[in-house]
């Protein structure tokens, strides 16, 4: 019998589980962008982008939901992917690489830099453009490719930059959900945001009163959804609110479980229900939801939004510039400058076996924007610059990767 497992393994078990499929979704999110980029550029294009324009709804009596099949994976699926992301946050705030100032310093203000340069390289050539309100786009780190990268160097990345990455992937997570929620809401809705403030407060009620039911959340939460979604603040932010007040705390302990186990005459049902309630809700819905999102809703997201006409001249279009120096150049000079200011203000320190230019390495693969790039143009540009700053995503993250990738992998000593 492998149980009672101790409390490092708890910790442990997640990140395991997370790198793993985002490593193994991160090739499938590569094929998913490559066969979109395919058939955008094919004889078959006008059938492929048209499919993504099909309307899909419910309608009942006079309640009409209708939108493109498009709008239902970035408005509905990705709010999933938010959900999960609201969960990866509250795991590593409370008992992760973010849970204490100290470890969480270095990663923090990696990330603010890997933020705020990009957006200041992007706005100095965007201002007064038509394609300025563009400026969350460089922002955003995709965490898929950049753990799939990493496992291909395997070794060759220190562990201690490899947390650092993850941590500051997190962190990046955290503004690109502020910069949506603040940067990218118009025209609210008070009465719709005001019913959706209702249901979360009903979610609060529920987990106080003791109600364990996924199905009954489940119900609520898409009532939530409805209301962000109608209200103008956009309804992934409800995904996001929803997965950090998911209870990180399991029911029955392990000590309780223990005695569970040496009554032995509790009855099979009290057993498996004993089992299951060992493990947090937080634990138990991202290893159910994780696999969907990293191998269904992830590729589905790159199929709809990552096709785009690759027109000659297309990556000397300002927006897409300005897009791929934010990326580019804006995100490791952003992480490597605000980090080196924390270490010499004696706020964090580099980890174990990791030298400057090993972060510089790894500011490089940050700047794989991809999924919540992707995303934020949506929301921030209209349709005529929406294809150049895709260019610009798509051309900046290729370019991230290969240059950070080679940086790694050819180091010749750990603290290189």
Not at 216 to 229: E, K, P, S
Request: with cysteine; net charge neutral.
């Amino acid at each position: 019998m492998h149980l009672p497992k101790e409390p490092v393994d708890r910790l442990l078990a997640p990140v395991q589980r997370f790198l793993h499929i985002q490593a193994a979704s991160g090739i499938l999110l590569l094929l998913a962008t490559v066969a979109a980029l395919v058939a955008a550029n094919s004889a078959w294009a006008d059938a492929f982008l048209g499919f993504f324009q099909t309307k899909a709804g419910v309608r009942a009596g006079g309640f009409v939901l209708e939108h493109t099949l498009k709008h239902w994976i970035n408005d509905a699926l990705m709010a999933v992917f938010f959900f999960v992301i609201g969960l990866e946050v509250k795991r590593e705030v409370v008992s992760g690489e973010l849970s204490s100032l100290r470890a969480a310093a270095l990663p923090l203000a990696a990330a603010l830099g890997g933020m705020a340069v990009p957006a200041a390289i992007y706005l100095a050539l965007q201002a007064g453009e038509p394609g300025e309100s563009g400026w969350g786009i460089p922002m955003a780190t995709d965490i898929a490719f950049v753990v799939g990268c990493m496992a291909v160097l395997g070794r060759r990345v220190p562990n201690g930059l490899r947390v650092m990455l993850l941590s500051l992937a997190i962190a990046d997570d955290i503004g690109a959900i502020l910069v949506i929620a603040i940067g990218y809401t118009a025209g609210l809705d008070l009465l719709a945001l005001g019913l959706g403030a209702v249901g979360i407060a009903v979610v609060v009620l529920l987990q106080k009163l003791g109600v364990r039911s996924i199905p009954v959340y489940v119900v609520v939460g898409a009532l939530v959804w409805f209301a962000f979604h109608e209200s103008g603040v956009h309804a992934t932010i409800a995904g996001v609110i929803l997965g950090w007040l998911t209870p990180i705390r399991p029911w029955v302990d392990t000590e309780r479980l223990q005695g569970i186990l040496k009554e032995g005459g509790s009855g099979g049902r009290t057993l498996a229900i004993a089992a299951r309630e060992s493990m947090s809700p937080l634990e138990r819905l991202e290893t159910a939801l994780h696999p969907w999102v990293g191998f269904v809703i992830m590729p589905l997201f790159a199929l709809a939004n990552a096709g785009v006409r690759l027109e000659p001249g297309a990556f000397r279009d300002p927006v897409a510039t300005a897009v791929g120096l934010g990326l580019v150049v804006g995100k490791p000079v952003g992480i490597v400058a605000f980090s080196w200011v924390a270490v010499k203000a004696g706020l964090a320190r580099l980890p174990a076996g990791v030298g400057w230019g090993a972060v510089a390495a790894g500011g490089a693969l940050a700047g794989i924007g991809f999924t919540m790039s992707l995303f934020i143009a949506g929301l921030a540009l209209p349709p005529e610059l929406l294809d150049a700053a895709k260019v610009g995503i798509l051309g900046a993250s290729a370019v991230s990767a290969l240059v950070g990738m080679c940086a790694l992998g050819l180091r010749k000593q750990p603290g290189a």
